[in-house]
């Protein structure tokens, strides 16, 4: 059971399941309102996160327990507007099934759900490059973000078992491994950036000329050896309350192997919503980031 719904497979915003958002996005029309077997109508969306269609419960009937109205995964295809995806279900944070996954585990079959994830790494790797750069505040260059998408290719992380089109962004930092900050830039006011100040005296942290709100780290003439790198690792989620709430840890560390010393630990909170929200913005909001696109554009062929 869950809170949010979408109403479309492709691209799709997120929205609260509400009598009055639901009847404004669907006009009351089909195919989310369905006369069912026994000529009941029933209301139909899709789910936030597997994309398979959902039933709406308790829209115009009152349920049970007092609850709000909620969505229900509908385990059948609904014309016009989701195919049922067994596999999407089985991965599906929301399904009944609690399958652990690690950084290597992939699903078995390439269905149309994970050719939407590549697609949407591939038309809007700028945008995924944003808002991991947001959440983790650090400002990945274009270099950086091309070696990232280089081993997400390698890895064919659009069949990592707990990918979204939701979390597509912290997806690529978590299967991209450890990464150097070395000439990466970091926001001034962040936590992070302060946290490098003070355990590691030998970073040199200068005002990028551009960028005016970040830093370029490199080493002081005089400092010692530094190799200051990222990962995000311990991807987890759970419902709670109907929601999922998804979350990953970033660590930022000194050095190597048994010695590297943690400088920083951050726990990364995915919102369901954000990304695909971003992404639907109009075009005259939007701002596009062209390098990045055309480093996703080489590197990953369209799907035909
Ligand atoms: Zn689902």
Same mark, same amino acid.
């Given at each position: 059971m869950f809170v949010d719904c979408s109403f !479309?497979?492709?691209l799709h915003n997120i929205h609260r399941i509400q009598k009055d958002i639901f009847e404004r996005e669907t006009l009351q029309q089909p195919p989310y309102y369905i006369h069912g077997e026994k000529n009941e109508l029933s209301q139909f969306a899709v789910c936030p996160a597997c994309d398979n269609p959902i039933q709406i419960i308790g829209l115009y009937k009152s349920i049970k327990d007092g609850r709000e109205c909620y969505g229900k995964h509908h385990l059948n295809s609904i014309r016009g507007l989701a195919e049922y995806n067994q596999q999407a279900y089985d991965y599906?944070? @929301? !399904?009944?099934n609690r399958i652990n996954v690690n950084e290597n585990s992939r699903k078995d079959q390439l269905t149309d759900y994970e050719r939407r994830i590549y697609t949407l790494m591939r038309e809007q790797f700028d945008r995924v490059i944003y808002v991991l750069s947001k959440a983790i505040d650090i400002k990945i260059t274009a270099s950086a973000a091309r070696r990232m998408l280089e081993t997400y290719i390698n890895g064919r #992380? *659009?069949? @990592? !078992? *707990?990918?979204t089109l939701n979390n597509l962004p912290y997806v690529l930092g978590h299967l991209t491994w450890s990464k150097t900050l070395y000439g990466q830039l970091i926001f001034r006011d962040s936590p992070l950036h302060k946290a490098i100040i003070e355990k590691c005296p030998s970073a040199e942290l200068t005002p990028h000329s551009y960028y005016s709100d970040y830093d370029i780290i490199s080493k002081k003439e005089n400092g010692n050896y530094i190799d200051l790198n990222y990962c995000i690792i311990d991807h987890k989620r759970s419902i709670v309350n109907d929601q999922n709430e998804e979350t990953m840890q970033l660590l930022v560390t000194n050095g190597? #192997?048994?010695h590297a010393e943690l400088i920083f630990k951050k726990r990364l909170e995915i919102d369901e919503a954000y990304f695909l929200n971003l992404i639907n913005l109009p075009e005259e909001r939007a701002q596009r980031n062209e390098s990045l696109i055309n480093i996703a554009a080489e590197l990953m062929p369209a799907l035909t």
């Open positions: !479309s497979i492709t599906c944070p @929301y !399904s009944q #992380g *659009w069949l @990592y !078992s *707990w990918a190597r #192997g048994n």
